[in-house]
């Protein structure tokens, strides 16, 4: 089966319904940054003492990040599905599933993302270190999702990285530039971010299906060294 075909279906999706989502609360912060109806101050200047409609648009600028959120938890998902398949009866060509899985069970990585690292390079010699993308980038597309699951504030819709996240990558790939300038670790995930961990994500997986589709030949040049 083509885990490919299935896996670049689903990012797209996530792309686009990322942008449809996002196009009305994107059009009421235009409007009330532009004065447009029904967002038109007639308030008498003598006596305001915040911007006009600070809660209309502080509610649509909350919902485009959390639908910023919500894509980028579907992205690493997506992720970790193509993995599963990769491993199990529907994507297994070359590979034994349940013998996978059992070694999966035993492994003692950090976290899933470890778990599979570690069973692709000891019982199948795919080193990930070797792909086309920094496994740094994968991890923290991963520690950024258990962030936004984890590590919510009831008084906030803000989500910051962890202290154990932000200590181990100091300069975050999904953060907000302009909070750390002031210390705040804020998770901050817009298209262009968004885009940034899907090609991560539809890069490595391109470079796991080759191998997947002519194991052998992959496993004949790693010995041969070539």
Known sequence: MDLLYFLKERLRFIEQLYDGANSP???????????????????????????????????????????????????????????????????????????????????????????????????????????????????QLNLTRDDVIHNVDVLSMNVERTEKHADRYPVGLFTDELWTKVGVERVKVDKEKLRVAIELVERFCTWIEGIRRSYPKYIRGAEEGT
Not at 29 to 48: G, L, S, W
Request: aromatic share 12%; hydrophobic share 40%; glycine share 6%.
């Open 25 to 139: 609360f994107e059009e009421t912060k235009r409007k009330i940054e532009e004065h447009e109806p029904p967002y038109v101050d007639n308030r008498d200047p003598e006596y305001v003492s915040e911007p006009a409609f600070l809660s209309e648009w502080q509610q649509a600028d909350d919902s485009i990040m959390v639908i910023g959120h919500w894509a980028l938890c579907m992205v690493q998902a997506s992720l970790k599905a193509y993995l599963q398949g990769c491993i199990g009866p529907t994507g297994s060509i070359w590979w034994r599933p349940k013998i996978l899985l059992s070694l999966l069970a035993k492994k003692q990585g950090k976290s899933w993302l470890g778990r599979y690292r570690l069973l692709f390079l000891e019982d199948l010699g795919i080193d990930w270190s070797k792909g086309p993308v920094s496994l740094s980038e994968i991890e």
